[in-house]
C-alpha cells in the first residue's frame, strides 16, 4: 500500500503541443507498481486549456476542483467539481478553465497509453 | 464522451458482509463502454467502515471529502480530503469513517475485478 497527499506529489509542466497553462501530478501509475491504469490529476491555470486531442484510449475523468468546459469536438459542455466524464477512444476532447481558480481533474488511463499516438486537432468552433 | 454529475448517478447500498454504513455509485464503468477499468464513488457514514478484506486486484483511491483511516493491516493511518492511495493486489485493506461527516472516496479497480475473489479478513487491532 502506498498512501500520499497529492499535493506532495511533483507537479510538472505539460508540455504537450496545446497545453496552455497545464501541470500534472503522476499520482499513481508503473512506478507504484500498478499494473493496469495510471492516476494523474491535472491542474489548468485561469485561461488555459489542454490540447485539443484525441487518442485510441479512454480517459476517466473526475472534477475536483474549479469550474470550465470540455469540448466534445466542437461542442462546450460546462463542468465544475463533482463531475465525472468518460471519454471513449478517439473522442476529440479539451478541457479549458473559464473561472477564476484552478480547474483541477483527475484524469485515468490504461498503462498501454505510452505506446499510442495522440493526434492534435485543429482549434475550431471556440474563440481563443 | 458522457457527461454526469456523481449525484445524478444511483446510489446503492454495499451488501458485502463486513460492510457497514456504506453506499456506492458506479461512475464508469462497462455500461458506459470502458474497456479497462471501473471508477467508483463510496459513501462511508459515520461510524461506519468497508469490509476488512483482500483481493488479487489493485485499487487506485482518492479520497474526495470527509476523514477517517485506511487499515493496512492492522496498522491504521489517517486519511482526508485529496489523499492518494495504492493498494496492491493482496493488500488487507480497510476504510472507517472517524469523523462527523461522511467518507466519500473514489476506488477505481480494473474490469478483471468481477472474476476474481475477495477474501474477509478477521477483524483485530482495531477496537468496534
Redesign the interface.
Known sequence: ???????D?ESRKVDMPGAIGCQVRR??DEA??????A?R?FEVAPDGHTPRHSHPY?H?L?I?EGAGV?L?GDVA?P?AR????????D?V?QFRNTGDVPLKF?C?V?NSYKDLPATLAPECGVED
Chains 1, 2 share one sequence.
Open positions: 500500500m502506498k498512501l500520499q497527499r497529492s499535493e506529489v499520482l499513481v507504484e507498481g500498478a499494473p493496469n491504469f492516476m490529476l479512454e476517466e473526475y475536483v470540455i466534445e459542455h463542468i463533482g463531475d465525472v466524464i468518460f471519454v471513449a477512444p473522442d476532447h483527475l485515468l490504461p
